[in-house]
């Protein structure tokens, strides 16, 4: 139980990233409590219209049932999220534990700098079985398709007119992007560090899906 004179301090972190209420609860539940934080939660919620925007954000299409890996990276989807706030981003999802990876491309999302990118995040994560995209140029280019066989991975691309295959991808994209332009409204951080604590959070709330957070499945340990 946290004291009282500690918890306004403690509800301005866990809504520092914009997430909503039902996010930010989630990640209460899992690291703090007093009696009536849920009220004061809905409270700070409704308050802020960065937070508000996120509540009342349009639904994303259904996912497309893939069925869930038996480990983490087995299984990863793969998108571009822009332009926005002027930039790129290459968001990279694992299936199995929803732990996301977002690199800011700024401009250039040619497909040499694409399999970069890939190559440091499969150096840090390991190499996949599988990587889901959608038809993009870079994703289709024969540099891309090269660099995937020499690697042993599986590639699988969504079909036209049915996005939701790429879906997981694109549902976090969607919440990424509601995140980062509430607080582009508040403070002064550069993008990279705005970024970084959205991804602090997401990776430490516990996930719809899963029930759990994405780091429980990739460290014993939480990062507080």
């Known amino acids: 139980v946290i004291p009282t004179n500690l918890r306004s301090e403690v509800l301005q972190v866990l809504h520092e990233s914009h997430v909503g209420v039902v996010r930010m609860k989630a990640l209460n539940r899992s690291y703090v409590w007093w009696p009536g934080i849920d009220s004061e939660i809905e409270g700070l919620a409704k308050g802020c219209s960065g937070c508000q925007r996120v509540q009342h954000a349009p639904k994303c299409s259904p996912l497309h049932p893939w069925e869930w890996p038996s480990t983490p990276w087995q299984h990863i989807h793969v998108d571009f999220a822009g332009p926005f706030i002027g930039m790129m981003f ?49 994703f289709t280019a024969e540099e891309f398709q090269l660099f995937l066989k020499k690697n042993g991975v599986k590639h699988v691309t969504s079909a036209p007119y049915h996005p939701t295959t790429n879906g997981l991808a694109e549902r976090f994209i969607q919440t990424m992007k509601q995140s980062l332009t509430s607080m582009k409204e508040e403070d002064l951080d550069s993008t990279q560090t705005k970024l970084s604590k959205f991804l602090m959070k997401y990776r430490n709330t516990p996930h719809s899906t899963t029930g759990e957070t994405p780091v429980y499945y990739l460290s014993p340990k939480l990062i507080p």
């Open 90 to 138: 290459l968001v990279i999802i694992d299936a199995h534990s929803k732990w996301p990876e977002v690199i800011i491309m700024h401009s250039k999302t040619t497909t040499s700098k694409t399999v970069e990118a890939l190559r440091t995040v499969f150096a840090r994560n390991g190499l996949p079985e599988k990587l889901v995209s959608d038809n993009g140029p870079q």
